[in-house]
C-alpha cells in the first residue's frame, strides 16, 4: 500500500492534520481538529485517482472498484448495457465480433490514436481519458444510418447479422486511423472478424465499395451521431459541440481490488519505483494486456499487483539517428506503429525492400485490432515467458539484430539470444535499438500456419545476410537464421549460419551442405496441438531453401523461381461475379430485396438472446462437466463452490424433482434408440465435457468461477473410444439405423465387371462454428416459466424443460426472435441450457440466465458426425458404374441424436445412376460427445465419399473426371436407389453450362504447361456435380397471418426461427406478393411455441419454403374472407379494404398448418422435389510448405424461380465457404488419454477466414428453370451448395498428385479429409535431398 499521507488544514487555528483515511481519496469529508477542537468539512483531492472516467459515443462514465479488476471494456460495455451491439464470443482476440473504436490518449507526450481495437482484451481500467465509439455510436435506423452500416446492409453482408457490428466498427476503426485506405489495405485489415454466414465476399465487396474517392467521402465515413445533440457529428477533425468532450484529468492511478492492487504509472521513475514497492510480489506489467487472449496465466486476476505501463512517455521513444545508422523504439509502440515504422523508414534508408519484407510479415501477425494495441516488448515479453510461444516478432527482432535494453537501473542490454533466458522478474524492457540494413544486405520472412490469415505458425523463419552477388553470391557476413515452431529451445540455427558464412549460395553443393547442418540441429518436439516432427523438420529446411533461392532470384534455375513467392503475398484482390434472373413483373416475388433486419443488424439494434435486459433477481449459471472420457463419477464435492460469495446453489442429478426426469431427450426423434440423454450425469461418464452439475451464481463470472471450484473424483477409469475405427474394434455398435439394402445384383456384377476397386474413405467432425454461443433466459412466471433461448426448435425445448421441472408443457412458453448462427447446432444443443436454465429457476424461483463460453459449447455439445465407408465398385471401359457395394459407418458420439445414417441411402449415389447397389449403414458408439445435425448433414459426407470414387475410377481408366462423371448421370426418368424417380431432372443443363461458363478444358491444359514448368508450385481444378433431396418428412409449421384494421398492416407469426437464412424476407416478400401490398406492409413477429405448438424444427432447407406455402395459404383464405367486401367497393384502397372488413366483421387473421410426407413404407417417397448444382475449383499449391490457396470457383446452382435471389446468392456462397472449411482447414483433435477435445476455440480450430475465400467466386443460378414442386417454384438453397466444396479437396489432390510424380512416386496415394496444409504436404513427398537450385 502506498503510505504517503494528506494533509488538511484547520480552518479555524490553521494547525495541520494528517487527514483521516477517508481523506486520501476524492471527496467531501469531515474532522475534528486535533488542537482546538473545531468541527469542519472538507473537500479532499487524492494525490492519485480511484476511479476512472473515459466517454462511450461522446457520454461521460466514470467507474471504480464496483467493477473488478480484471473486467475488460467488453463486460463494461454490455453489462452497462450501454452498447448491447458489441457483441462477445472467444474472448481470446480471435473473432473480432466485440470490435469498438478507441481514441486512445495512451503516450502523454504524443497525439492521442484513434484505432479499432479488441474489447474483450481491452481491461477497463486503462480506458481513462479515452474515446470510444461502439456501433451505436455511428447510427441508427431510428435516427440516420452510417455509411458503412448502410452499405453493408445494402450489398447482403449479413444474414445472422451476429458479426456485422463487430464488420462495421473495424472498418469505421480502419478509416479513421488510415483515411486515404486503398482497396487492398482493406482486405488486408479484416483478418481478425469471423463471420460463418456469408462466406466474405459480399462484407468485402460492401467494405471495398466505400473506399473514399474524395474528401466529402472520407468526412462521411468519419461521421458519427452526436449523442447529446443527436445530430451527426465528431468528424476526424471536428466536433458537433454538442460537449462530447472528455475532462481531463492526469493524476495517476492507484486502486485497490480484493487481492489486486491496480496502479498506472505516470513516468519511467514512477514504475522503476513501483515495481521496486511490489518487489517479492506477482507483477503483472500492462502494455495492452492482448497477451492474456492466448496465455490464460497472464490474465490479471492471477496477480497481486498490476503496473499499467502505457502512459510512460519514455517507453514511446522512437527515433532514428543518421550519424550512427541506429533506430531506437520504445517498448510501448505497438505493431502497428513498427509497421508504419517499417514503412516510413523504408524510403528514407533505402533498404526498402528488407523493410517491406518485415511490414509484409507484420501483416501475417495477429489482425489488425491486435496489432493497433499489443506491444512488440509485450510480445517478446511471452516468448520469454513461454519458450514454445512461435513468436513472429522474436524472429524480426533477431534477424534486425535488435539489442534490448532493460531496466530498472543499472541497465542491461542484451541480444535477443540472451534475452531467451534472461529472468525478467521485477524487471522491465525499456527500448531495442539496431542499426540500418547494409547496401548488400538481403531478408526474408516466412510464416507457415494453418489456414490464411489469423493465427499461430505451425513453423516461422526470418533469414538474413549480406551477400556478394558478382562473387557467385559469396556470403560475406555471418547470417541469421531464426527459426520457430520447432522446440522450447531451439530458435536460432546457429550451426547452420556458421556453416553458410562465407560460402557462395550458387554452388549446388552449398544448399545440400546447410541442408544437412539444418537437419542435424533441428530437434523438433511432439507434442498436443503440434504437426508432426516430419513436417515441421521439412518445412524449416524448406524455409531455408526458399530464402537461398530468393537470394540467388533469376539466377536460379527457372523450375525453382516460383518456390520464393509466398501465395499469401501475390494474391490479388477478391472479387466475385452473381448471375441470375429476376422477373420484375413478378416483384416483390423474385426481386433481390436486402433482407428485412439486415439494416437492424449493422446499427446493433438486433437484440439477441443475451441481450436481453437483466431481470430483478436474476441469477446465472454455469456447468461443471466432466474432465473423464470413459469413467464413473465417484463424487462431486461442492464446498469450494458454496464458500465463493456470489454462489447461491449447485444442482446435481439429485435436484431433478420426484415427478420430473433427467432426461433432454427432444420430443421427435428418428433414431431408434431409447437412452436418455441426462442433464446432469447420475454417475456414468460417457465423455469428456458432460454435464456433470450446474453452479448458480448472482453473476456469469461467479457462476463460472464456482463451476471451475467444484471436484470432482472418478473410478472405473477406462480408455475413450474416440473414433470409428476405435469403435469397430472395441464392438461399441448402436442398433443398425436401417435394415441392409439389396438393389439388383451387386455381388454378381461387380465380379463380372471389366474393371473392379475397393477401398474406404473417412470424413471428420466440424464444429458449427457459431458465434452466438448456447444461451437461455428463463423467468419464473405465476403459472410457469418463459424462455428465450437460442434454439432451431422451440418445442423441443418446451418438452425437455417440462421433462425436467416436472412442469406441464402448457405451462411452458418459449420465444426466439432470432439466432445468431446455428447450421443444425441449435435443434437440439440448447436443450441443455434451457432444461439447466429451467431447473434453476424452477428451484430458486427467480429468473435464470447463462451464455456458455466458447470452450464449455465447444467441449460440451456436438457437432457434425464422422463417417467412414468400406466400398467395392465395378464399373466398365468407359468408366460406367455396374455396381457399387457400400458399408458406411456413422460416429453417432455417445448417444444417439437424429442418427442421420438412416438418410444414407438417398445421399450416396449423389448424381450418378447405377443399377446395382448393396448398403450397410453402422451407427458407432463412442466416447464423444453425442454429435448432431451440421449443415447437410448426411449429404455432405455422402458426396464427398461417391465423388472420391468416382475420381478413383476416372484416374484408374486414365479419363477426365468431368467426363466419366457426366456420363454416370442421371437421365430423366431414372431410379434412385430410394425409388425416386427423377423428373425435371436439370443434372446435366447445370453441369453443361458449368462447363462452358468456367471454361474447364482450357483451363486444364494450362495448368499441364504450368505444372511442368514449376518443381514447387502446381495449379489444378476439380469439377463436382450435386444432386441434393429435399423432404419434408414429418416436418410440421403452424403460420399466422393477421391484416390489421385502420392501416392494413399485415403480420405474421410462423413456428420456424429466423437463423439467418434470410426465412422471414422471403415470407414478407410472399406475402405482399399475395395480397398485392407493398413488402413494407409486412411485419414478422418473434417465434412463440405459444402459438407454434408442436411444431418441428428449422433445418433442412425446407423451412422457408414451407412457410412460404403456409402463408400463401393463409392469404387465400384471407382474400376469400375480403372478397364479398371488396366486391362492393370500387377499386378500393388496401388500408380501406381493410378497415371496411373490420367494420364489418369479416375475419382477418387466417392460420395454417403445413405438414410434411409421412411415409408409412419402405420405398415410400421422401423427397418432394431435387436441386441440382456443381462447382468447379482452382487451387494452387506450395509444394514446400502444404499452403495452397483458391484461386477460383464457378457455381452453377439449380434454385428454380428463386424466391429472392440476393438472399439465395448468399446462401450458395456462405454454404459453399463452410463447406470450405470442412474440407480443407477445420479439424477436431482429441487427447487419446482423457478424450479431450483439444482446439475448441479460435486458436486451435481454423474456420475460414476472408483470405481463405475463392479469389475469384462466380456464381450462377441456373436460368429458365421454373421448379414444378417447390413454392412459386422455387427451389431451396440453404444446404446443397455445401456438398459441392469437396471439389476444393479433389483439386488439391490432383496438385498433389503432379507434385508426387516430380518427386518420383506414381499410382494410388492414400489422402483422406480435411485437406489441412500438413497433410498436403507430407502427401507431396517433400524430400530436401531434391531441393536443387
Ligand atoms: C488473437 C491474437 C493473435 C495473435 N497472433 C500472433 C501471431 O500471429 N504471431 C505472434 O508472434 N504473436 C501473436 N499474438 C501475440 C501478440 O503479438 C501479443 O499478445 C502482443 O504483442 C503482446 O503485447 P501486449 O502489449 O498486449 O502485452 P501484454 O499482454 O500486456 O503483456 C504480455 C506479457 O509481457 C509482460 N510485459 C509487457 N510489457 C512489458 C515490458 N515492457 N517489460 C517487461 N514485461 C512486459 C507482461 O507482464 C505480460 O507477462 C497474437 C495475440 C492475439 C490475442
Ligand atoms: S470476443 Fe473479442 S475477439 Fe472474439
Ligand atoms: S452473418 Fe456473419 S456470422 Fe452470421
Not at 1081 to 1095: P, Y
Request: charged content about 20%; overall charge neutral; some cysteine.
Amino acid at each position: 500500500m502506498d503510505h504517503k499521507e494528506t494533509f488538511i488544514s484547520c480552518p479555524v487555528c490553521k494547525t495541520s492534520h494528517v487527514a483521516p483515511l477517508n481523506g486520501r481519496n476524492d471527496g467531501v469529508f469531515a474532522s475534528t481538529c486535533e488542537h482546538c477542537g473545531h468541527f469542519f468539512k472538507f473537500r479532499s483531492v487524492a494525490p492519485y485517482k480511484s476511479s476512472i472516467t473515459f466517454s462511450v459515443n461522446g457520454k461521460q462514465v466514470t467507474v471504480g472498484t464496483e467493477y473488478d479488476s480484471s473486467s475488460t471494456l467488453n463486460d463494461f460495455l454490455r453489462q452497462s448495457r450501454i452498447s448491447m451491439g458489441t457483441k462477445v464470443f472467444c474472448k481470446q482476440g480471435g473473432c473480432g465480433i466485440c470490435i469498438v473504436v478507441a481514441k486512445m490518449t495512451l503516450n502523454p507526450n504524443g497525439t492521442p490514436v484513434t484505432a479499432n481495437i479488441n474489447s474483450c482484451l481491452c481491461p477497463l481500467f486503462v480506458c481513462d481519458g479515452w474515446e470510444i465509439t461502439t456501433v451505436e455510436g455511428l447510427g441508427s435506423t431510428k435516427t440516420q444510418m452510417h455509411k458503412i452500416q448502410s452499405t453493408l446492409s445494402g450489398f447482403g453482408g449479413t444474414q445472422c447479422g451476429y458479426c456485422s457490428p463487430g464488420h462495421v466498427m473495424n472498418m469505421y476503426g480502419l478509416m479513421q486511423q488510415y483515411p486515404n485506405a486503398t482497396k487492398q489495405d482493406i482486405e488486408d485489415n479484416f483478418e481478425g472478424n469471423l463471420c460463418r454466414c456469408t462466406g466474405y465476399r459480399p462484407i468485402l465487396d460492401a467494405m471495398k465499395s466505400l473506399v473514399p474517392a474524395t474528401t466529402t467521402d472520407i468526412e462521411d465515413l468519419s461521421r458519427k451521431l452526436c449523442q447529446t445533440t443527436g445530430k451527426p457529428c465528431g468528424s476526424r477533425t471536428g466536433s458537433c459541440g454538442g460537449g462530447c468532450q472528455n475532462h481531463s484529468d492526469s493524476r495517476s492511478i492507484k486502486m485497490v481490488f480484493g487481492d489486486t492492487r491496480w496502479q498506472k504509472a505516470a513516468n519511467l521513475a514512477d514504475l522503476y519505483q513501483m515495481l521496486s514497492a511490489a518487489s517479492g510480489q506477482k507483477v503483472r506489467l500492462l502494455g495492452a494486456n492482448t497477451g492474456t487472449g492466448y496465455f490464460e496465466n497472464e490474465a490479471i486476476k492471477n496477480f497481486d499487483v498490476v503496473i499499467d505501463i502505457s502512459g510512460v512517455p519514455e517507453l514511446y521513444v522512437n527515433t532514428h539517428d543518421s550519424q550512427t545508422k541506429t533506430f531506437t523504439l520504445g517498448s510501448c509502440l505497438s505493431l502497428t506503429n513498427l509497421m508504419d515504422l517499417f514503412k516510413s523508414e523504408a524510403a528514407k534508408v533505402g533498404a526498402t525492400q528488407n523493410f517491406d519484407e518485415l511490414k509484409k510479415y507484420l501483416y501475417r501477425v495477429a489482425s489488425s485490432p491486435i496489432r493497433n494495441r499489443g506491444t512488440w516488448s509485450g510480445n517478446l515479453m511471452l516468448k520469454n515467458k513461454y519458450h514454445s510461444f512461435p513468436s513472429d516478432v522474436f524472429n524480426i527482432m533477431t534477424v534486425l539484430g535488435a539489442s534490448l535494453t532493460i531496466g530498472p537501473t543499472p541497465q542491461s542490454v542484451v541480444t535477443c539470444e540472451a534475452f531467451y533466458n534472461t529472468d525478467m522478474t521485477g524487471k522491465c524492457l525499456t527500448k531495442a535499438t539496431f542499426t540500418e540494413f547494409g547496401p548488400n544486405d538481403v531478408v526474408a520472412c516466412f510464416k507457415v500456419m494453418p489456414r490464411s490469415q489469423n493465427c499461430l505458425a505451425h513453423v516461422n523463419g526470418a533469414f538474413r545476410c549480406a551477400v556478394d552477388k558478382t562473387h557467385g553470391y559469396l556470403v560475406t557476413s555471418q547470417p541469421i537464421i531464426s527459426i520457430g515452431g520447432i522446440s522450447n529451445t531451439f530458435h536460432r540455427a546457429t550451426a547452420t549460419e556458421q556453416y553458410l558464412y562465407r560460402k557462395q549460395l550458387s554452388s549446388p553443393s552449398t544448399i545440400q551442405g546447410a541442408l544437412n547442418v539444418l537437419a542435424s540441429e533441428l530437434n523438433p518436439t511432439a507434442g498436443s496441438g503440434l504437426t508432426s516432427i516430419s513436417y515441421r523438420k521439412t518445412v524449416a529446411c524448406a524455409l531455408l531453401y526458399k530464402f537461398v533461392l530468393r537470394v540467388l532470384g533469376n539466377t536460379a534455375s527457372y523450375q525453382y523461381r516460383s518456390a520464393t513467392t509466398v501465395l499469401h503475398d501475390i494474391r490479388p484482390l477478391s472479387s466475385g461475379v452473381q448471375s441470375y434472373d429476376t422477373n420484375k413483373q413478378e416483384w416483390p416475388l423474385n426481386e433481390p430485396l436486402k433482407k428485412l433486419e439486415a439494416d437492424i443488424q449493422c446499427t446493433g439494434e438486433a437484440e439477441y438472446t443475451d441481450d436481453l435486459p437483466a431481470y430483478p433477481g436474476q441469477l446465472h449459471a454455469a456447468f461443471v462437466t466432466s474432465t473423464q472420457a470413459n469413467a464413473t463419477v465417484q463424487s462431486i464435492d461442492t464446498a469450494d463452490a458454496l464458500k465463493i460469495p456470489g454462489v447461491v446453489k449447485v444442482l446435481t442429478s439429485f435436484d431433478i424433482p420426484q415427478d420430473a426426469e433427467n432426461d433432454i431427450q427432444p420430443p421427435l426423434s428418428i433414431s431408434n434408440e431409447t437412452e436418455p440423454e441426462e442433464l446432469f450425469s447420475s454417475g456414468k461418464v460417457m465423455y469428456y465435457g458432460q454435464s456433470l452439475a450446474l453452479v448458480v451464481a448472482e453473476s456469469q463470472a461467479i457462476a463460472e468461477e464456482g463451476a471451475a471450484a467444484v471436484k470432482v473424483t472418478y473410478n472405473n477409469i477406462k480408455t475413450p473410444v474416440l473414433t470409428i475405427d476405435d469403435a469397430i474394434a472395441a464392438n461399441t455398435y448402436f442398433k443398425k439405423p436401417l435394415p441392409d439394402i439389396t438393389i439388383g445384383h451387386p455381388d454378381q456384377v461387380i465380379a463380372g465387371a471389366a474393371h473392379q476397386l475397393s477401398g474406404s474413405f473417412s470424413t471428420e467432425e466440424q464444429l458449427h462454428f457459431h458465434m452466438e454461443t448456447q444461451a437461455s433466459v428463463c423467468i419464473p412466471t405465476e403459472d410457469g416459466l418463459d424462455l428465450v433461448s437460442t434454439t432451431q426448435w422451440p418445442d423441443s425445448i418446451q418438452h425437455c424443460v417440462s421433462r425436467v421441472t416436472g412442469i406441464q408443457k402448457s405451462a411452458i412458453n418459449v420465444t426466439v426472435r432470432r439466432l445468431g448462427g446455428a447450421y443444425g447446432g441449435k435443434i437440439t444443443r440448447n436443450n441443455f441450457a434451457a432444461a439447466a436454465c429451467g431447473l434453476a429457476a424452477k428451484i430458486t424461483n427467480r429468473p435464470v440466465r447463462m451464455r456458455q463460453t466458447i470452450q464449455s459449447n465447444y467441449i460440451m455439445l456436438g457437432r457434425r458426425y464422422p463417417h467412414k465407408i468400406n466400398y467395392r465398385v465395378g464399373f466398365d471401359d468407359s468408366g460406367k458404374l455396374l455396381g457399387v457395394d457400400v458399408k458406411f459407418y456413422e460416429g453417432l458420439g455417445c448417444l444417439p441424436d437424429e442418427k442421420s445414417a438412416a438418410m444414407f441411402p438417398g445421399s450416396i449415389d449423389n448424381a450418378y445412376y447405377c443399377p446395382n447397389w448393396k448398403m450397410s449403414m453402422e451407427a458407432m458408439r463412442m466416447n464423444t460427445a453425442m454429435h448432431t445435425s451440421t449443415r447437410a448433414p448426411v449429404t455432405t459426407p455422402c458426396v464427398f465419399m461417391i465423388e472420391h470414387i468416382m475420381e478413383r475410377i476416372a484416374r484408374s481408366l486414365n479419363k477426365d473426371p468431368a467426363t466419366v462423371k457426366q456420363l454416370n448421370f442421371y437421365r430423366e426418368g431414372q431410379y434412385t436407389p430410394v425409388g425416386s424417380v427423377l423428373t425435371h431432372c436439370n443434372m446435366s443443363a447445370v453441369m453443361s453450362e458449368l462447363m462452358t461458363s468456367a471454361q474447364v478444358q482450357t483451363r486444364q491444359s494450362l495448368f499441364t504447361f504450368f505444372n511442368k514448368d514449376n518443381r514447387w508450385k502446381k495449379k489444378s481444378l476439380a469439377v463436382v456435380p450435386v444432386k441434393f433431396g429435399l423432404s419434408t418428412v414429418y416436418s410440421m409449421y403452424t403460420v399466422n397471418v393477421a391484416i390489421h384494421s385502420k392501416d392494413g398492416s399485415v403480420s405474421v407469426s410462423h413456428g420456424a426461427v429466423e437463423i439467418g437464412q434470410g426465412l422471414n424476407t422471403k415470407v414478407a416478400q410472399v406475402v405482399a406478393y399475395e395480397l398485392g401490398i407493398p413488402v413494407t406492409k409486412v411485419t414478422i413477429k418473434a417465434t412463440q411455441s405459444v402459438f407454434s405448438d408442436n411444431n418441428t424444427p428449422t433445418g433442412g432447407s425446407v423451412t422457408s419454403g414451407e412457410i412460404c406455402k403456409g402463408a400463401i395459404n393463409c392469404c387465400q383464405v384471407l382474400i376469400n374472407n375480403m372478397k364479398p367486401v371488396k366486391d362492393k367497393m370500387v377499386d378500393p384502397k388496401w388500408e380501406d379494404l381493410a378497415e371496411k372488413c373490420y367494420q364489418e366483421n369479416v375475419v382477418l387473421n387466417s392460420r395454417f398448418n403445413v405438414a410434411g410426407v409421412h411415409p408409412t413404407k419402405p420405398g415410400d417417397e421422401i423427397y418432394h422435389y431435387y436441386s441440382y448444382g456443381a462447382a468447379c475449383t482452382e487451387v494452387e499449391l506450395d509444394v514446400l510448405t502444404g499452403e495452397y490457396q483458391i484461386n477460383r470457383v464457378d457455381i452453377v446452382y439449380d434454385c428454380g424461380e428463386s424466391l429472392n435471389p440476393a438472399v439465395d446468392i448468399g446462401q450458395v456462397e456462405g454454404a459453399f465457404v463452410m463447406g470450405l472449411g470442412y474440407s480443407l482447414t477445420e479439424e477436431v483433435a482429441y487427447d487419446p488419454q482423457t478424450g479431450r477435445m483439444m482446439n475448441n476455440d479460435t486458436w486451435g480450430y481454423h474456420p475460414p477466414t476472408n483470405k481463405d475465400i475463392p479469389i475469384d467466386f462466380r456464381i450462377s443460378l441456373l436460368k429458365n428453370a421454373p421448379n414444378p414442386s417447390g413454392v412459386l417454384r422455387s427451389k431451396a438453397s440453404g444446404e446443397p451448395p455445401l456438398n459441392a466444396s469437396c471439389s476444393a479437396f479433389f483439386a488439391l489432390r490432383n496438385c498433389i498428385e503432379e507434385a508426387r510424380k516430380d518427386a518420383g512416386q506414381t499410382g494410388e496415394f492414400d489422402f483422406q479429409p480435411p485437406a489441412t496444409i500438413e497433410k498436403v504436404q507430407l502427401a507431396c513427398l517433400v524430400d530436401p535431398s531434391q531441393f536443387s537450385i
